[in-house]
């Protein structure tokens, strides 16, 4: 069975792919590579041993995505990474995002409609809660304002394929609302390629131990937390990247009890930023250097999941802990940055 990955040389899109085929679908990825390298598809192929289809394709560009359908009718199941996700960069940027985020969902979701037999599955975040008023947060908790237009087009995003859903019965959706993704594949052949320096906190400690940058900013300890920096769920990108297999399997099985349904995908603890520096020292063996600073604007105090829904009705739980993700995340950092 044909399954569509846009932005699948990224980084959840590419541990994705991999589950995708070791399950035995055929993958097709279509990715602009303007975050992402052609090289992820010898990563992919070194793990599973079969090569996926690639196209080089801007989602912007409405015709080329016609084209795209037209010639690979038979996909019957997409899986949507393909986005703009800095935060602070949305911000200066707003128009660029409603274009790369919105736009290429709409064209996408026309010719699905079209088609009016498809699953799909959509990248949202936990950013949708904003801070939440209770913890651990549950699908049920209250959609925030949007902090930024990044955060805007996960919401509007997922509205987006609501509506559609509504009226277009051979569309069924599920929308993944990941908390904080993190690490590598075990292989060390794919993981996380931030350009420039790293805006998320686990690439920013492993740049750190090896060297790249001198020292981390914690941004506050004056929260109020157990030590005072911010609490997170930070959840394992092979985990993650299982339950898109799973919620995929749930549409394309028709074991779906909604159209359009929204799961939580974290482990359902809580870290705080202290305790990431330390689960990095214990699997490095090394001390990380780095300060207190000013509270990052912006930031939310605590995020983590209430993981019920998809424990009960996908069957998927988060499996790796902090440790066992940061030694991926560390082994992958150790190999990029080896002289070759
Ligand atoms: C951020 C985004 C979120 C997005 C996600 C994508 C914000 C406010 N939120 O989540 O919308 O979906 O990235 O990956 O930008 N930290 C430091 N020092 C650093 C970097 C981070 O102390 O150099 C702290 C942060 O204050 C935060 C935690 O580490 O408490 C995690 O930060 P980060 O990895 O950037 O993720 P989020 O802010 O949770």
């Not at 959840?12 to 085929?21: A, D, N, R």
């Not at 679908?25 to 992820?40: L, M, P």
């Not at 394309?252 to 305790?275: A, C, I």
């Not at 509270?295 to 999941?305: E, K, L, N």
Request: with cysteine; hydrophobic share 35%; net charge negative.
């Amino acid at each position: 069975m044909k399954i569509l990955v846009t932005g699948g040389l990224g980084f959840i899109g590419s541990h994705t792919v991999v589950e995708l085929q070791n399950e035995g679908f055929e993958v097709v990825i279509i990715d602009d590579c303007s975050n992402s390298s052609e090289n992820v598809l010898e990563g992919i192929q070194s793990i599973t041993g079969k090569a996926p289809i690639f196209e080089k394709l801007d989602l912007k560009e409405k015709a080329k995505v016609q084209d795209f359908f037209k010639r690979h009718e038979d996909v019957e199941g997409v899986i949507h990474f393909a986005a703009s996700k800095a935060v602070g960069e949305s911000v200066e940027k707003p128009l660029l995002y409603y274009e790369n985020n919105i736009a290429t969902l709409v064209y996408l979701l026309q010719e699905l409609a079209a088609k009016n037999r498809a699953s799909f599955i959509f990248s949202s975040s936990c950013t949708v809660y904003g801070q939440a008023d209770t913890m651990p947060i549950t699908e049920n908790a209250p959609v925030k304002p949007a902090e930024s237009p990044y955060g805007n087009t996960k919401q509007m995003g997922e509205e987006i394929i609501a509506d559609t859903c509504k009226v277009t019965p051979g569309l069924n959706a599920i929308a993944l609302r990941y908390f904080n993704p993190m690490g590598a594949h075990p292989s060390t052949e794919i993981g996380e390629l931030p350009i420039g320096v790293p805006q998320n906190l686990v690439p920013f400690i492993t740049q750190t131990g090896v060297g790249m940058r001198e020292q981390l900013s914690v941004f506050g300890d004056d929260y109020p937390t157990e030590d005072g920096t911010c609490v997170r769920d930070y959840i394992y990108v092979v985990d993650l990247a299982k339950a898109h297999v799973i919620a995929l399997k749930r549409l394309l099985e028709g074991k779906n009890t909604m159209n359009y349904d929204v799961f939580n995908v974290g482990t359902g603890k809580g870290s705080t930023v202290l305790e990431v520096i330390q689960s990095f020292e214990r699997v490095s063996g090394k001390k990380l250097n780095y300060k207190i600073v000013d509270r990052r604007p912006g930031d939310i105090t605590t995020a983590y999941a209430d993981t019920t829904k998809a424990n009960e009705q996908l069957g998927w739980k988060a499996e790796y802990t902090l440790d066992q993700a940061m030694g991926s995340a560390w082994n992958w950092e150790q190999k990029i940055r080896k002289p070759s």
